[in-house]
């Protein structure tokens, strides 16, 4: 049996309402009773009066209790019957009822039309519609408001945003994509699942929806993007680099929803959407990466150069930068967007969530994203897992018969006097070359041309000029002494004697000058025989030798050296620390990684002094092929390797 509680308690809440309202009455005797604050205190008074009395009941006998609390288990088992979405619903239509009596009742307070609050409810169309001017009046004057906001919004969205290109548009086939023969089948085939994305929904798989193609700049990542487009039936949204940024907050997230927006809109339309995505990195750098500034030598190998000063308040931890983005939360924003695209929206969905009920099925939409980048180890991981930017093709230098083909391809649509031998030659010669520098290259011989009076007929002098043009920039007409021109004639040709006895295996001479180009007194270009990366121990010796064949040459012909040989002295020492870190020094031993250690400077400083002895010995019985090659390389300035490598085996 429950204590039983003092008086006083029992009748505390009671009596202050029925104070509350003799007060009342007593301040205004009649009409009070009527007004909705009386109704209330009333309403209070009893509700307490019975809660009382419930209360007493239990207190005096103890089955009153037990059956209060078996009437309550029945009520909640009839309650468990009912569903918790009808409850939803009943509660939505018990809030829909109290607002509507609310509304009622702020109508019945301002109005004197009605009588109650339900009858106010009730009227309310009517009042509306007597009053429409008043209402028309206001909302002009908020739809101008509204109008000038949204026009500024859509003003600084426009700015740098997207374009839509519609099929037949664009007059790019994948016909038309040279030396990349297997980037372009694996686009062909996204293009083609995304053609007949249905077929592979109904055999339980699903389209990939991103396509990452990545790769050096001018290889042809946005021409394969063009192509795709332009052999789908499907529109084509070029996305350029920087379009979600903007200087106020909150315009780069609006553009990612506008973005989607239209890739929803355009996918209803037309039954899919390739969205292309220019230079990704502007958009999915990594975020928040933490990169030590200054790493900390490997255990064991003492550096060579001397420390610095010691800091008189040194940090507890090596520093370190925070890299981010430059404008967080859009790359969240365009990742959440890509992941909500498969749920259900629209208002009727929006009606139907509010009122308890199931929203429809969302529709399936169809899109491929593919983005191009020449910097992959920039992107956030988030946007390279599966479901996202997955599909990674790689578009890299095309191979020898990938620029041939590229060259038969520009040289198709120019007049020419070129052989196939010829366009081979030039493709061989032309190592790591890009669509769109070979592009370039016929171009500018086709402008050579027209200059000297040709009317655009190309030969192979033009196209090996607009070579050297595009690959080493316009010569430099500075004036040099004939004493001068003669010293680095001699230098270049030690270069080239040393490359025709040590590397010819390996690489060809493409040409040899002695015309300055990009701060350079001359040079001695080879093109590679085989395109690998590998490389022997004793090719790396002989590259270094080569690097150091200038300055044996002017000693063996001219009696001196020059400061020309600074770059070549350079290269093959960094030839040389590159053979000892990478363990290919005589005395392998314990081997250290680091370039500056003190083991490492000794070994590259053997193997220098070794390699110049070799190249010595080699070059002193050539010294009459040096001279004849400065010759020729001083009264022509610039001869094609095929020469070249004549004359030195004819000379010999």
């Not at 205190?41 to 103890?62: C, G, I, K, S, Y």
């Amino acid at each position: 049996m429950r204590r039983r509680r003092p008086l006083i308690d029992r009748l505390k809440v009671p009596a202050l309402l029925a104070a509350f309202i003799a007060l009342s009455e007593w301040a205004d005797p009649f009409p009070w009773y009527a007004t909705l604050p009386a109704k209330l205190a009333v309403a209070l008074l009893v509700f307490f009066l019975a809660r009382e009395l419930h209360l007493v009941a239990v207190e005096v006998e103890p089955g009153w209790e037990r059956r209060a609390q078996t009437l309550s288990a029945r009520l909640r088992s009839v309650a468990g019957r009912v569903s918790t979405q009808t409850w939803v619903r009943l509660q939505r239509l018990a809030v829909w009822t109290a607002a509507f009596l609310l509304f009622g009742a702020v109508v019945n307070a301002l109005t004197d039309r009605c009588d109650s609050a339900v009858q106010c409810g009730v009227l309310a169309p009517r009042l509306a519609a007597e009053n429409l001017p008043f209402f028309l009046q206001m909302a002009v004057v908020m739809a101008f408001g509204l109008a000038e906001l949204a026009l500024l919004f859509w003003a600084m969205i426009k700015v740098g945003a997207w374009k839509v290109v519609y099929p037949g548009t664009l007059q790019v086939s994948f016909d038309d994509v040279w030396g990349q023969d297997e980037a372009k089948t694996k686009v062909l085939e996204q293009v083609r699942l995304l053609e007949d994305s249905q077929a592979v929904e109904q055999a339980g798989g699903y389209m990939p929806k991103g396509l990452l193609l990545y790769g050096p700049p001018g290889t042809g990542k946005t021409y394969l993007a063009k192509a795709a487009a332009s052999y789908s039936s499907k529109p084509l949204l070029l996305v350029p680099p920087g379009a979600f940024q903007s200087t106020f907050v909150g315009i780069n997230l609006l553009k990612v929803w506008m973005l989607f927006r239209q890739v929803r809109i355009l996918a209803r339309r037309w039954g899919g959407v390739i969205v292309f995505l220019d230079e990704i990195d502007s958009l999915g750098s990594r975020r928040g990466e933490v990169v030590q500034a200054s790493p900390p030598p490997a255990p064991g190998c003492v550096p060579f150069t001397r420390p610095p000063p010691a800091d008189p308040d040194p940090p507890a931890e090596p520093r370190r930068v925070v890299v981010g983005s430059a404008q967080m939360g859009t790359l969240e924003a365009f990742l959440a967007a890509m992941d909500g695209m498969e749920e259900p929206r629209g208002l009727l969905n929006r009606l139907l969530v509010f009122c308890g009920f199931r929203p429809l099925r969302p529709y399936p939409y169809r899109y491929l994203m593919i983005g191009a980048t020449n910097m992959p180890e920039r992107l956030d991981p988030a946007l390279l897992r599966a479901g996202r930017f997955s599909r990674k093709i790689h578009v890299g230098y095309p191979t020898e018969a990938g620029r041939r083909r590229t060259y038969e391809g520009y040289l198709g649509q120019v007049r020419h006097t070129l052989t196939p031998e010829q366009v081979a030659w030039a493709a061989k010669a032309h190592h790591r070359g890009t669509g769109a520098e070979i592009r370039d290259m016929v171009n500018e011989a086709v402008l050579i041309s027209f200059r000297e009076g040709r009317e655009g007929i190309i030969t192979l002098d033009d196209l090996m000029r607009a070579m050297l043009w595009v690959r080493f920039g316009e010569a430099d007409p500075m004036w040099q002494r004939e004493e001068a021109r003669w010293l680095v004639a001699v230098h270049e040709a030690g270069h080239a004697v040393a490359f025709h006895h040590l590397l010819r295996h390996r690489v060809q001479i493409w040409f040899a000058t002695i015309e300055p180009r990009r701060g350079t007194g001359g040079m001695v270009v080879p093109t590679a025989l085989h395109e690998d990366w590998l490389q022997t121990r004793d090719e790396l010796l002989a590259e270094i030798q080569v690097s150091l064949a200038s300055r044996v040459a002017e000693e063996l012909v001219c009696g001196t050296t020059t400061n020309g040989n600074g770059g070549d002295a350079r290269h093959a020492s960094e030839l040389a620390v590159q053979m000892v870190t990478s363990g290919l020094a005589d005395s392998v031993g314990w081997h250290c990684p680091v370039r500056n250690s003190r083991w490492a400077r000794e070994e590259a400083e053997r193997i220098l002094a070794d390699c110049l002895a070799r190249c010595r010995a080699l070059l002193a019985p050539h010294a009459e092929d040096i001279q004849a090659l400065a010759k020729l390389l001083l009264a022509r300035g610039t001869v094609p390797g095929d020469e070249v490598h004549a004359l030195l085996e004819g000379s010999r």
